[in-house]
């Protein structure tokens, strides 16, 4: 019923912006969040920015990516978008789009219950 397909990823150098989508259906945003994972080869899924579909539209960003990374919302496609600028190559990894049932975003992944394939991100120096 839940589909989260994402897309933008690509090769760059380090010092570009990327703009990743995710495209989701079936799925109500009024009630949920929706919040961006990475994932290297070898190493831990990890959080990289959420937003709550609430009014507030409140934002949450790792540490690593502040004031790099802009997370935001399409209520009407129900899409979401993550824009990373100033990539750097740590920043190389699959990244992720998930959703979780409730108001609030959470940077730990085993808090969404559904997870799109993924989309390569890969920075180079």
């Known amino acids: 019923q839940v589909q989260l397909v994402e897309s933008g990823g690509g090769s760059v150098q380090a010092g570009a912006t990327l703009k990743l989508s995710c495209a989701a259906s079936g799925l109500t945003f009024s009630n949920s969040a929706v919040g961006w994972f990475r994932q290297a080869p070898g190493m831990e899924r990890e959080f990289v920015a959420g937003i709550s579909w609430s009014w507030s539209g409140n934002t949450l960003y790792a540490d690593s990516v502040k004031g790099r990374a802009t997370i935001s919302r399409d209520n009407v496609k129900n899409a979401v978008y993550l824009q990373m600028k100033s990539l750097k190559p740590e920043d190389t990894a699959v990244y992720y789009c998930?959703?979780?049932?409730?108001?609030?975003?959470?940077?730990?992944?085993?808090?969404?219950?559904?997870w799109g394939q993924g989309t390569q991100v890969t920075v180079s120096s």
């Open positions: 998930a959703a979780r049932s409730g108001y609030s975003t959470r940077s730990e992944a085993n808090e969404y219950d559904y």
